[in-house]
C-alpha cells in the first residue's frame, strides 16, 4: 500500500490556493466592483501576497461563468460562484439578513511557509506548526482584518483608505474525501472505513439472478409501490472510467444484472480535476484505512459506482447522475465540490432541472476542526461557501443525504461506546456557529445486520437517521501468502458493484499492495457510513415521488423531518462524546436488509 505523502498541510488543503466568502449588499454585473476586489487586492499586496488579476467575474452572463466554471474543475483563478436567495443572519455581517454570498477561490503568491527550527529534516510541516504555513497565515490574516475590511476602517501602511470591501471570513482550498482517518498521520479527511472485499460466491447464491438487492420490509405500504419515478439523483463521488465499467460489465455477463443497468441508464461526467489531484505520482492526494485503522493510500475509483449502485437497487426509476468530484483515491476539494453545486443550481434556475425534483447524495467528508487545530484557522468561516452551496440549492426544495462519518472508530483509541458528532457536510444540518442549520440536510449514520449501532459511527444528530452499513470484520494472515484475510462467510458488509481487476491490501503490513479479483462477476462487499447513505438518497427519492403522485399522503412527507419519521418505525440508542458524554439518545432508523452468500 501506498503511506501517505508526509506534506500534512498539502493533506488539509491545497498548498496555494485561499477560498473568500463575500456578502455584497447588491450583485452587479460587474462583480468585481460589487466586491471591491481593486481594494481587497491592494490590501493582500500591503501584507505580502499577491493575487492573479481577474476579468469582470461575472460579467454580463452568470449562466456562462458557472458553465465555463464547472465543466472544468480546474478553471483559471480566480473562480466565482454566486449564490442567491439564501436569508440568512450571519454575526460578521451587521446589516441582518444576507441574501446572497459569493464563494471565490483564489491562487495566491506570497512569503513562504516558515519552518520551526525543530523539525530537523522533516519534509513538509508536522501537526504543530499548521499556522506557519502561507495558507493559514493568509486565512488567518483576512479574518483578523474583516470587520475593519467590511466596514471601510482599513488603511494600508501608507495611509490610504480603503472602502468597504464585503468579506465575510476566508478560508484554505480544503480537501475532501468519500467518508477520516488517523489525525496523528499526514491524511487526507474522508475515506471508506476498510478496503473493499471480494464477494467470492457465486451469483447463483443470490435471491435474483446477478442481483444482490436490498430490502426495506419496515417501508408504509406507499412507499414501498414508489420507485424514485420523475426524481433527479446526483452522486457526487469518485467512478471508474467508462473503459473499466464496459470490461467489467462484459465479464461479469449475467451474473451482475446490476452494473449492465448502471451502464446503460446512469449518466456518467467526469469534470477535469487539478493536478494535485489527478497526476499519478509520490505527491497525489490520497485517502485510505485499512483493517486495522490505520492510515494508508489505496485506489478505490468504485467508491461512488457503488454507491449509485444502492440507489438504482432501491429507486430503479429515479434518473441518477454520478459526477466525479474525487480522484480514484477518493480525494477531492471544496472548490471542485462548490463548483459542482453551482452548476447544478444553475440548471434548476435556468435549465432542465426546472420544477424537478432534486437529491444528491454526499457519500464524502471535509476537514473538523481537530484535523486543523494548530493552524488558528476559524473553520466556521472557511466553512461558508459550502454552506452557501448547500442552502441556495436547499432553499429551491433539493434534499440532501451525507454520510455521518466514520469517526466513532475505535480501531485508534476513540472512547468505548461513544459516537461523536456528525462531521461537515452533514453537519450543515445544524447551526454553523451562529447561522441556522440547512433545512432540507439529512445526516446519515450506521447500523450493522443486527440493527445495532456500529462502533465507527458518527451520531447523526437529531435530525439524521440510520440504516445499514456494516461492521468491521476481523482479519488474519494466510500462513502461505503472508497477506491478510478475511472469512467472507461471516463478514458484515454491504454488497455491491466492482469494477477494478486487483483489490487493495487489507493491511499495510501485507508484501503486495493488492491482490487479484477471484472471479469476475463484479461484486464486492464494503463497509461505512458511504454505503448506509445511498439507502436514505433512495428512500428520500422514493418518497418524492409519493409526494408528487398522492396529494392525500403529501403532508406525510412534506419536509425531511417528515420524510423520516414516515419511513422509520424503529429507533436505535446514542451515546455522544461530544463535550458531556450523553448516554440513551433516540435516534430512528430504516431497517436494510440484503441476501448473503
Given at each position: 500500500m501506498n503511506e501517505m505523502p508526509k506534506h500534512m498541510h498539502n493533506t488539509f488543503w491545497v498548498d496555494n490556493e485561499v477560498s473568500f466568502t463575500f456578502a455584497p449588499q447588491l450583485l452587479d454585473p460587474d462583480m468585481s466592483k460589487s466586491l471591491n476586489l481593486s481594494d481587497f487586492a491592494a490590501f493582500l499586496k500591503d501584507n505580502g501576497f499577491s493575487v492573479p488579476r481577474w476579468n469582470d467575474p461575472n460579467n454580463t452572463d452568470q449562466r456562462n461563468l458557472a458553465e465555463q466554471s464547472t465543466r472544468n474543475a480546474t478553471p483559471h483563478h480566480p473562480v466565482f460562484y454566486?449564490?442567491?436567495?439564501?436569508?440568512?443572519?450571519?454575526?460578521?455581517?451587521?446589516?441582518?439578513?444576507?441574501?446572497?454570498?459569493?464563494?471565490?477561490?483564489?491562487?495566491?503568491?506570497?512569503?513562504?511557509?516558515?519552518?520551526?527550527?525543530?523539525?530537523?529534516?522533516?519534509?513538509?510541516?508536522?501537526?504543530?506548526?499548521?499556522?506557519?504555513?502561507?495558507?493559514?497565515?493568509?486565512?488567518?490574516?483576512?479574518?483578523?482584518?474583516?470587520?475593519?475590511?467590511?466596514?471601510?476602517?482599513?488603511?494600508?501602511?501608507?495611509?490610504?483608505?480603503?472602502?468597504?470591501?464585503?468579506?465575510?471570513?476566508?478560508?484554505?482550498?480544503?480537501?475532501?474525501?468519500?467518508?477520516?482517518?488517523?489525525?496523528?498521520?499526514?491524511v487526507t479527511t474522508g475515506c471508506p472505513l476498510t478496503p473493499p472485499i471480494p464477494v467470492e460466491a457465486d451469483t447463483e447464491d443470490a435471491s435474483s439472478p446477478g442481483l444482490w438487492p436490498i430490502q426495506l420490509p419496515e417501508l408504509p405500504h406507499e412507499l414501498k409501490k414508489m420507485t424514485g419515478d420523475g426524481v433527479t439523483v446526483f452522486v457526487l463521488d469518485s467512478l471508474p472510467s467508462e473503459g473499466d465499467m464496459r470490461r467489467a460489465a462484459s465479464a461479469g455477463g449475467e451474473h451482475n444484472l446490476l452494473l449492465l443497468d448502471l451502464i446503460n441508464n446512469v449518466t456518467f461526467t467526469y469534470p477535469a480535476l487539478p493536478e494535485i489531484l489527478d497526476r499519478p505520482g509520490p505527491q497525489q492526494t490520497m485517502t485510505g484505512k485499512d483493517i486495522q485503522g490505520r492510515a494508508v493510500g489505496f485506489r478505490m475509483p468504485d467508491h461512488g459506482l457503488?454507491?449509485?449502485?444502492?440507489?438504482?437497487?432501491?429507486?430503479?426509476?429515479?434518473?441518477?447522475?454520478?459526477?466525479?468530484?474525487?480522484?480514484?483515491?477518493?480525494?477531492?476539494?471544496?472548490?471542485?465540490?462548490?463548483?459542482?453545486?453551482?452548476?447544478?443550481?444553475?440548471?434548476?434556475?435556468?435549465?432542465?432541472?426546472?420544477?424537478?425534483?432534486?437529491?444528491?447524495?454526499?457519500?464524502?467528508?471535509?476537514?473538523?476542526?481537530?484535523?486543523?487545530?494548530?493552524?488558528?484557522?476559524?473553520?466556521?468561516?472557511?466553512?461558508?461557501?459550502?454552506?452557501?452551496?448547500?442552502?441556495?440549492?436547499?432553499?429551491?426544495?433539493?434534499?440532501?443525504?451525507?454520510?455521518?462519518?466514520?469517526?466513532?472508530?475505535?480501531?485508534?483509541?476513540?472512547?468505548?461506546?461513544?459516537?461523536?458528532?456528525?462531521?461537515?457536510?452533514?453537519?450543515?444540518?445544524?447551526?454553523?456557529?451562529?447561522?441556522?442549520?440547512?433545512?432540507?440536510?439529512?445526516?446519515?449514520?450506521?447500523?450493522?445486520?443486527?440493527?445495532?449501532?456500529?462502533?465507527?459511527?458518527?451520531?447523526?444528530?437529531?435530525?439524521?437517521?440510520?440504516?445499514?452499513?456494516?461492521?468491521?470484520?476481523?482479519?488474519?494472515?494466510?500462513?502461505?501468502?503472508?497477506?491478510?484475510?478475511?472469512?467472507?462467510?461471516?463478514?458484515?458488509?454491504?454488497?455491491?458493484?466492482?469494477?477494478?481487476?486487483?483489490?487493495?491490501?487489507?493491511?499495510?503490513?501485507?508484501?503486495?499492495?493488492?491482490?487479484?479479483?477471484?472471479?469476475?462477476?463484479?461484486?464486492?462487499?464494503?463497509?461505512?457510513?458511504?454505503?448506509?447513505?445511498?439507502?436514505?438518497?433512495?428512500?428520500?427519492a422514493r418518497a418524492l415521488e409519493l409526494r408528487r403522485r398522492t396529494p392525500s399522503l403529501a403532508l406525510e412527507v412534506q419536509s425531511t423531518d417528515a420524510i423520516i419519521k414516515y419511513a422509520t418505525k424503529r429507533t436505535v440508542s446514542w451515546t455522544t462524546s461530544n463535550g458531556e458524554s450523553s448516554t440513551g439518545i433516540p435516534g430512528p432508523m430504516v431497517w436494510a436488509q440484503q441476501p448473503r452468500p
Open positions: 454566486a449564490f442567491p436567495d439564501l436569508g440568512i443572519v450571519m454575526p460578521q455581517v451587521p446589516r441582518g439578513e444576507t441574501s446572497t454570498l459569493v464563494a471565490a477561490f483564489f491562487q495566491f503568491e506570497g512569503p513562504p511557509d516558515e519552518h520551526s527550527s525543530q523539525q530537523g529534516d522533516q519534509v513538509g510541516h508536522g501537526p504543530t506548526d499548521l499556522s506557519r504555513t502561507a495558507v493559514a497565515r493568509l486565512v488567518n490574516l483576512v479574518n483578523e482584518h474583516q470587520q475593519t475590511l467590511y466596514n471601510g476602517e482599513e488603511r494600508l501602511k501608507d495611509g490610504t483608505q480603503l472602502g468597504p470591501i464585503p468579506i465575510a471570513g476566508a478560508g484554505p482550498n480544503l480537501c475532501c474525501g468519500g467518508s477520516n482517518g488517523d489525525p496523528t498521520r499526514p457503488f454507491v449509485a449502485g444502492i440507489i438504482r437497487d432501491i429507486a430503479p426509476n429515479a434518473h441518477i447522475e454520478c459526477i466525479r468530484v474525487l480522484n480514484d483515491y477518493c480525494a477531492g476539494t471544496v472548490q471542485i465540490l462548490t463548483g459542482q453545486l453551482h452548476s447544478i443550481l444553475d440548471r434548476i434556475q435556468y435549465g432542465d432541472l426546472q420544477g424537478r425534483d432534486v437529491v444528491i447524495n454526499m457519500s464524502l467528508e471535509i476537514p473538523d476542526d481537530v484535523d486543523v487545530k494548530t493552524s488558528g484557522i476559524d473553520l466556521n468561516l472557511a466553512r461558508l461557501q459550502l454552506l452557501a452551496a448547500i442552502r441556495s440549492l436547499s432553499n429551491r426544495g433539493v434534499i440532501f443525504v451525507a454520510s455521518a462519518g466514520n469517526e466513532g472508530d475505535r480501531r485508534y483509541m476513540k472512547p468505548k461506546g461513544e459516537h461523536p458528532n456528525a462531521l461537515y457536510p452533514a453537519a450543515y444540518a445544524y447551526p454553523l456557529g451562529k447561522v441556522e442549520g440547512v433545512d432540507n440536510m439529512i445526516p446519515v449514520g450506521a447500523v450493522d445486520r443486527e440493527r445495532k449501532i456500529t462502533p465507527y459511527s458518527c451520531y447523526p444528530g437529531t435530525r439524521g437517521v440510520s440504516t445499514y452499513g456494516g461492521e468491521v470484520p476481523t482479519g488474519f494472515m494466510n500462513k502461505e501468502t503472508h497477506m491478510t484475510e478475511v472469512d467472507t462467510r461471516k463478514i458484515d458488509a454491504v454488497i455491491g458493484v466492482y469494477t477494478q481487476l486487483s483489490y487493495p491490501a487489507l493491511s499495510i503490513d501485507d508484501p503486495e499492495a493488492t491482490y487479484p479479483v477471484p472471479n469476475g462477476h463484479g461484486w464486492a462487499n464494503w463497509i461505512g457510513t458511504s454505503f448506509a447513505t445511498p439507502i436514505i438518497s433512495a428512500v428520500v
